[in-house]
């Protein structure tokens, strides 16, 4: 069965299951060869993120790589020798296209705001030793398997303290050649900062690209994504479909939700990242609510009726 047909099944499960996905080939701009999941979305072991994502006829992977390192609950427990080694037959076969791979850390406590940007990224000094050396494992895993990027939240840019963000300059340039000494780009996830920081930040970190979160900038409540990515266009390598609502208490949280059912503009959004010229891969990411299965079907079957 072809990879459209695979995908036009699983669209068809979810319609019948009472969504309005619509079984669709894709447009000109959003087509499955584009389109992709984050591994970690579907809380699930890597062979059964695999039978998933044949089920969809989906390839593209960005693939989390805790599992083969050090392991975490939030994005995928430790796996064995033996899960790498399918992985990697999955690579050798076609099966799988890892479009990025993804590393977090686990002291990150996304608990509340506060909490994530005491414990977000490689800002706490603490970790700063253990963290460097997770990230050059993790690059030196990217290099072997020809992926070209490799993302990561980086924490909390804060320009208001001197000494804090010149750390925080030192350590970021400081990863991105761990990266590059493996060809490999590291890219930043957005949503902890405004697109203006961002977009300051960028130039003094020449080599670092930008994975477009359009939902984290929602859920930290930094501004509105469609503006985002006219003024950061020129980084963004890589994008997470992911979609949210706004706070309405300040200083919490957003509410993270199915795409297209949040404030994320999805149509506007993508015409917009055309019109910018973004040629990248689309990885669909869930990472609230209990039936991500079928939010992943239905955030497919929604990009392609769009694209």
């Known amino acids: 069965m072809k990879r459209r ?50 089920k969809m006829g989906l390839r593209n992977i960005n693939l989390a790589l805790q599992p083969f390192l050090e392991g975490d609950e939030r994005h995928g427990k430790a796996e064995s020798a033996d899960a790498r080694a399918r992985v990697e037959a999955r690579l050798a076969s076609g099966e799988w296209h890892i479009t990025s791979t993804m590393i977090s850390f686990t002291h990150e406590d996304y608990t509340t705001l506060d909490t994530i940007r005491k414990t977000g990224g ?30 990561m939240h980086a924490g909390f840019l804060d320009e208001s303290d001197k000494a804090a963000f010149d750390k925080y300059l030192y350590r970021v340039k400081t990863l ?19 697109a203006d920081d961002l977009a300051k930040f960028m130039p003094l970190v020449e080599g670092v690209g930008v994975n477009f979160d359009p939902a984290n900038m929602i859920l930290y409540n930094k501004g509105v994504p469609v503006e985002a990515v006219k003024k950061i ?45 973004y040629k990248g891969a689309f990885a669909i990411e869930r990472e609230a609510g209990d039936n991500r299965v079928a939010d992943i079907a239905l955030a497919a079957s929604r990009m392609l009726a769009a694209g």
């Not at 490689?122 to 990027?149: M, Q």
């Not at 997470?240 to 939700?257: F, L, M, Q, R, S």
Request: proline share 6%; charged share 25%; net charge negative.
């Open 233 to 277: 266009a020129p980084w963004i390598r890589h994008m997470h479909i992911k979609d949210a609502k706004y706070t309405k208490t300040p200083g919490t949280w957003g509410e993270e939700v199915p795409w297209g059912d949040g404030e994320v503009n999805a149509p506007l959004l993508l015409k917009t990242l055309e019109e910018v010229g």
């Open 122 to 151: 490689i800002v706490p000094d603490e970790h700063w030793e253990a963290d460097r050396a997770l990230v050059a494992k993790a690059a030196k895993l990217t290099g072997e398997w020809k992926v070209p990027y490799m993302l």
């Open 176 to 194: 991105r050649d761990l990266c590059a000494a493996e060809n490999v780009q590291l890219i930043l996830e957005t949503g902890q900062e405004t």
């Open 5 to 54: 047909d695979f995908i036009g099944a699983a669209l068809v499960a979810v319609a019948t299951a009472g969504c309005d996905a619509k079984l669709n080939k894709g447009g000109k701009y959003v087509t499955p060869e584009r389109l992709g999941v984050c591994s970690w979305s579907f809380r699930l072991p890597m062979d059964a993120v695999a039978a998933e994502m044949k």
